[in-house]
């Protein structure tokens, strides 16, 4: 190769020219079609010769398995009667899930646990406010209406309360807190209203009873009642309640625990089986999962009465109620609230059912 040659090789070769717009596009738009006539090919592809197996619909599948009578029956066996934890009823309703599961050839067992549970033994709730000259004694007591097909078995039912509550009696003013929440409770200090030492006074429909009486005691009240509002658990005024309808009686009282934590509370994050480490019941009692103020819930009923007798700023208006209901006012009272709660914390004995369903794939998992 002469120096000419070489030379030549090496040298910077000349700018091509820009290509026109137009010829940008063209070749844009070709491509495009490429991709979606490729596209479109490879879905008529799978159209004509569609996976082998495919996934069934599972969900479709275990609906079709069953009957809407089945589950009807068995739903009305197990809410016929109470069966509140570590009581006998619960061991005949553990018993009742254990017989049906092992009917159905499915290799059934019972486990015991030992946890802390929580029993009433005493609760009290009266309204007193000047001027009144009346001091009202709450019944707490839920009442039986006609039609009701569980009032055959009322006597059975256990006094309404909140699992856990610490034992204490309190007599302060009431304070609305609405929905019980930090920024309800934000809201009140922004407007000059003290909850420290009073009595929280605060309605479900927002977030769970525990968390209401923990953000209760965190702005320092003394005690917290929770009751359901009939704005809404009541329907609309006219629409009539259990069993005529879906809603909640006026006397109705929604239950709950107050414990924050899961599980046993003696066996924090760890199961509660037989020789395990447990820690003490007054350790158990006295975390920050517990809401180591008394509480109480109440009807509709009761806390309408108790928001007639309330004083101080009209509430705003989200945190009223139903139109043919009192105004919601914000307190701190009139209204003295008088509670006491004594309850037993102790342990016993609850029951899981496990049936075993084999996989066809990886059984051991």
């Known amino acids: 190769m002469s120096h000419l040659d070489a030379a030549s090789l090496l040298a910077p070769s000349p700018p091509l ?23 479109l090919a490879g879905l008529l592809l799978f159209a004509l010769h569609p996976a082998p197996n495919p996934v069934p619909n599972y969900a479709s599948l275990f609906l079709s398995l069953g ?8 739903l009305r066996a197990l809410t016929l009667h109470p069966h509140v934890a570590g009581t006998k009823a619960n061991a005949l309703t553990a018993r009742y899930v254990f017989d049906a599961l092992s009917a159905l050839s499915f290799p059934t067992h019972i486990t015991p646990y ?3 549970l929580s029993y009433p033994v005493h609760r009290s709730l009266s309204l007193s406010a000047p001027g009144r000259g009346v001091v009202t004694s709450f019944s707490l ?36 807190a609405n929905y019980g929440r930090e920024e309800d409770f934000s809201y009140l200090a922004s407007r000059g209203v003290d909850v420290a030492g ?7 429909g927002r977030i769970h009873c525990e968390d209401i009486a923990h953000n209760a005691r965190a702005a320092g009240a003394a005690a917290a009642v929770v ?36 599980g046993d509370p003696t066996t924090p994050m760890w199961a509660s089986s037989e020789g395990c480490e447990r820690v003490s019941l007054e350790e158990a ?7 180591l103020i008394p509480a109480l819930p109440v009807s509709a009923q009761d806390a309408m009465e108790i928001h007639r007798a309330m004083g101080g700023a009209v509430a705003p208006e989200d945190w009223q109620g139903r139109e043919d209901g009192p105004v919601y006012r914000l307190g ?12 037993n914390d102790s342990m016993a004995t609850i029951e899981n059912v496990f049936a075993i369903i084999e996989g066809a794939e990886e059984p051991d998992r």
């Open 17 to 39: 020219a820009k290509p026109h717009p137009r010829s940008r596009f063209l070749c844009l738009i070709s491509s495009m079609l490429a991709v979606l006539g490729a596209s």
């Open 67 to 74: 009957s809407n009578d089945t589950a009807a029956s068995h």
């Open 114 to 116: 030992s946890v802390l």
């Open 141 to 176: 007591k839920q009442e039986t209406y006609p039609n009701d097909p569980y009032a055959a078995a009322a006597a059975e039912t256990i006094p309404t309360f909140y699992a856990y509550s610490a034992s204490g009696s309190v007599s302060a003013e009431a304070v609305y």
């Open 198 to 204: 009073k009595v929280a006074f605060a309605r479900y």
């Open 227 to 262: 009751y359901t509002d009939p704005l809404q658990y009541g329907g609309a005024p006219g629409e009539g309640w259990f069993p005529d309808s879906r809603w909640l009686p006026p006397s109705g009282v929604q239950v709950g625990s107050l414990f924050r934590g899961v």
């Open 285 to 291: 009692m006295n975390t920050d999962d517990m809401p």
């Open 332 to 343: 701190p009272g009139p209204a003295v609230l008088n509670l006491t709660y004594l309850g």
